[in-house]
């Protein structure tokens, strides 16, 4: 199975002046040093956009209005001092859900120089998640996504068939107390 819904050319990624942060940075120490060098504003208690993904909406046949169909959006965020990777899913009525989070280690920051690098490890994970979709439905990538989508409606998602393709793990309670 080849990619062909969530691909390259149609990921485009919004970054922030804490993307440069993070593109300086070789961990967490010199993350967090930065922030402070470079005088940004920052409160441990909120959560801060790094770099956001567009939205791949599908399921537009479903419903009769454009802006009522559903999305996959993803991205990286700064929250508790920890650089997260996120994915959510929206549903027709714009509702958005986290299904997955992955605090990011020293050695994933190091690898992040620029903005392509940033775009790679976002299409990565979204092309993962893809494959999670076509194993999980075992059929063509249209009808596999508009039954994921029908899930997502009534929340009967199976997402631990879907987030096994993923090669990094959901690891947020590695890191709360």
């Not at 998602?157 to 590695?174: A, C, G, M, V, Y």
Request: aromatic share 12%; glycine share 4%.
């Amino acid at each position: 199975m080849t990619n062909q819904f969530l691909n390259k050319e149609k990921l485009f990624v919004n970054t922030s002046k804490l993307a440069e942060v993070v593109f300086a940075s070789n961990g967490y120490e010199e993350f967090h040093k930065n922030i402070v060098e470079q005088n940004i504003e920052f409160d441990k208690q909120k959560t801060y956009e790094i770099a956001g993904s567009n939205f791949f909406d599908f399921n537009q046949e479903l419903y009769e209005d454009i802006n009522h169909m559903n999305s996959i959006s993803s991205g990286l965020y700064c929250e508790m001092s920890l650089i997260t990777y996120r994915i959510f899913i929206w549903s027709s009525k714009g509702e958005g859900f986290e299904i997955f989070k992955h605090v990011l280690r020293g050695e994933e920051i190091n690898n992040l120089k620029n903005e392509e690098d940033l775009k790679e490890y976002v299409y990565i994970h979204l092309n993962e998640l893809e494959q999670g979709v076509l194993k999980t439905y075992s059929k063509e990538i249209k009808v596999s996504f508009k039954q994921f989508g029908m899930a997502i409606e009534t929340r009967a998602l199976p997402l631990q068939s879907i987030l096994q393709s993923l090669s990094i793990e959901n690891n947020i309670k590695d890191f709360r107390k």
